[in-house]
């Protein structure tokens, strides 16, 4: 037979050693409530000696908390998991939270009915909220009970302190240079106009359009490639004489090159194109696609401090977006 492994320390094992009861170990280890400087030490003491490890979870859900922060994304269906945003948003929150000992995981609020979050201010297990392309009515359905552990990626409010990137300059940036380089039919493909980050580039968009003396033209989008390739093909029905595309984000670009191309249309000969997000692969593709940085890792990041510290933050914060010019446009 072999040697029997020795078990882990547990809460009763330290307690016993101490001489103190379990609730006395569990509030000194834990660091809530009253316990005299001599049952510190001693309690202190023998966990150094048994080599205790606390149970991070079990501390979070006595002292309520939460072991998880719960990135909520509101969309249309639940297909919105498949959006490389959302990734990015998740995986740069992990980063923060991990060394906390902290999960995060993903939900999916209807955009109809964003209700589920009264559910997450119940759950003692969440310690916060991370809402993403939020909404009025995600806002309005935000429970008192997670003031102060609620922001969001997108639009705030008083009680929710909003993170994003500046996309109205970013947009203004790339048709500025989409008008010295001497575009002036430009089409927008624009994101879901239900969302307001999505709006924000449109109104930088009428408003460049309306100072040129240049005519807004403008098919709606979701963000897709797919839809990009559908809003391209619409806008060269509509308007022959396009010579140039904006995209409300990199993959709708990558949409609109396919479909432009598909038909014969040399890019940025024919119609330049550019996008939004700069994404890894907007540098590498052929040509390389003009857009405008949107630093989401950093906004996820400060999103999910601002979380875990509970500390006050602005009202709102927006992340500069800068131009970057490539072969595209």
């Known amino acids: ?99 906390h000992g902290v999960g995060v995981a993903l939900e999916w609020l209807p955009l109809t009915d964003p209700s589920g979050l009264h559910r997450l201010g119940a759950d003692r297990g969440v310690c916060g909220v991370i809402l993403v392309n939020t909404t009025q009515a995600a806002l309005d359905a935000v429970p008192a009970r997670l003031h102060g552990r609620v922001v969001s990626i997108g639009r705030g409010s008083a009680a929710v302190p909003s993170f994003d990137v500046d996309n109205a300059a970013g947009a203004g940036a790339v048709l500025r240079h989409l008008y010295a380089t001497g575009r002036r039919r430009v089409v927008m493909v624009t994101g879901p106009r239900w969302l307001t980050c999505a709006e924000r580039s449109v109104t930088a968009y009428r408003g460049l359009m309306r100072a040129s003396g240049s005519p807004a033209r403008l098919v709606t989008g979701d963000f897709t490639a797919a839809r990009g390739g559908s809003a391209a093909l619409a806008a060269l029905r509509r308007w022959p004489d396009v010579d140039a595309i904006y995209a409300a984000s990199d993959a709708t670009a990558f949409g609109v090159i396919a479909a432009l191309r598909g038909q014969g249309v040399r890019v940025p000969h024919d119609v330049a194109v550019a996008g939004f997000d700069d994404l890894p692969y907007a540098a590498m593709g052929s040509p390389a696609l003009t857009t405008a940085t949107h630093p989401v890792d950093r906004i996820a990041a400060a999103a999910a401090t601002a979380v875990l510290t509970e500390a006050p933050a602005a009202p709102a914060t927006a992340f500069e977006s800068t131009l970057v010019a490539r072969e595209s446009a």
């Open 1 to 99: 037979m072999g040697t029997p492994t020795a078990r882990p320390a547990t809460l009763d094992d330290v307690a016993r050693a101490a001489g103190v009861s379990r609730a006395t170990a569990s509030r000194v280890l834990g660091g809530y409530g009253f316990a005299s400087a001599g049952a510190r030490a001693r309690v202190g003491a023998a966990a150094d000696l048994l080599g205790y490890v606390p149970d991070l979870t079990a501390r979070a859900l006595v002292r309520g908390a939460g072991v998880r922060l719960v990135v909520a994304v509101v969309g249309r269906d639940d297909r919105i998991f498949d959006d490389p945003y959302v990734h990015r948003v998740v995986s740069a929150a992990s980063r923060v939270c991990g060394p």
